[in-house]
């Protein structure tokens, strides 16, 4: 008896199988730049190694699993079958085989994904964390269980990377506050969320002394153009050594990641940047207009709601922290399994309407 496979799922299987390829060639196309996390990562020359902090738990990881002796075609063989199966058992969406802009998306998101676990990377870590959460959302547990227990667990994911504490405080306050009547209730809720995130940072500096993003971003950002070792650094206009500096510094840092207008026209003649740019725009405008949709009837799309609210507690704390935004884009791919979700929860609503 011969097994017909269907077009959505074949097309899936099929871009699997070429991305599979390009990220066997991966290691040698891409510059040398690119691999700087993963060399720090086979030789530890600072001695990172540990269970938390993404360099230490990363460093921990691929010793104990062995991987960081293995090629990077062997990696590539490991890895990248493991996080497409991963995106498979969330669900291939009836209508994948079709070409629209939603799919096209997704489509360059499952090619960059096969480039960044083409070698010992922390993404692959994060993607592994970060799918539980579709997961639980899909089981026929309660609605409330789902919701309360996917924040505790990504705040538990703060060993890994301490920023990841935030999202859930951010998802949280951003809920409370989409309960007050505003006139543009979406761009309200987020606007409300990085104004959480600007007392969280100057609460920071008060007790601390020095500005969450002042102390993370810019120090950094700083450092590494020094070194000439980052092309699309995100550097405020105006120095984050001030309470008006770091509340301007994490907005402008919000809109560079996840609407990065300037960063088009500033590298308007480098064709990779401006794809990025591009990419980033149509997933967040998408993304945000689901949002909408989910606000406007929060009962219906109760669960839909509370992954979106996570997407973007996630997209302001990308705001305080990314240095640039090729880093924002590699680690966006490592929170894919919860962007593909929310691009197809459509889809899956069917398999999620009876634990509602």
């Not at 669900?91 to 799919?103: D, Q």
């Not at 899909?138 to 789902?146: D, H, I, L, M, V």
């Not at 306050?173 to 990085?194: D, R």
Request: one cysteine or more; hydrophobic letters at 50%; charged letters at 15%.
């Amino acid at each position: 008896m011969k097994t017909k496979i269907k077009r959505n799922k074949a097309v899936f299987i099929g871009l699997f199988f070429c991305n599979l390829i390009i990220a066997f060639l991966t290691p040698y196309i891409l510059p040398e730049r690119y691999f700087n996390d993963t060399i720090t990562i086979i030789f530890d020359k600072g001695h990172e190694i540990g269970w938390f902090g993404s360099y230490p738990f990363a460093i921990m990881f691929y010793k104990i699993t062995g991987m960081r002796h293995f090629s990077f075609f062997v990696i590539t063989l490991i890895q990248f079958p493991i996080v497409t199966y991963i995106l498979y058992k969330i669900g291939v969406p009836s209508n994948f085989h079709k070409l629209n802009v939603k799919n096209g998306l997704v489509y360059v998101a499952l090619l960059l994904t096969g480039i960044y676990m083409s070698m010992p990377t922390k993404e692959f870590i994060t993607f592994v964390m970060f799918c539980t959460i579709p997961f639980i959302f899909k089981s026929n547990k309660k609605p409330r269980f789902k919701i309360i227990f996917s924040l505790i667990l990504i705040a538990c994911f703060s060993f890994f990377r301490p920023y990841y504490l935030l999202i859930p405080i951010f998802a949280i306050g951003m809920y409370v506050i989409s309960f007050v009547k505003f006139e543009n209730k979406t761009f309200s809720t987020i606007f409300y969320g990085l104004l959480i995130a600007i007392f969280l940072s100057l609460s920071h500096g008060v007790v601390r002394g020095e500005y969450i993003s002042k102390l993370t971003r810019e120090n950094y950002v700083m450092n590494k153009i020094n070194k000439n070792n980052i092309n699309t650094a995100i550097v405020s206009p105006i120095s984050q050594d001030t309470w008006y500096g770091e509340a301007f510094g994490i907005v402008y840092g919000f809109m560079a990641v996840n609407v990065p207008i300037v960063e088009a026209i500033k590298h308007v003649l480098s064709p990779q940047v401006l794809a990025f740019v591009v990419w980033q725009l149509l997933i967040f405008y998408i993304l945000f207009v689901r949002f909408s949709r989910c606000l406007k009837n929060r009962k219906q799309y109760q669960l839909e709601l509370w992954i979106l609210l996570i997407l973007f507690a996630y997209f302001i704390v990308q705001g305080i922290f990314e240095p640039d935004l090729g880093t924002s884009i590699r680690h966006k791919i490592g929170l894919f399994p919860l962007i593909y979700f929310a691009l197809y929860y459509e889809n899956f609503r069917k398999e999620i309407q009876p634990s509602i």
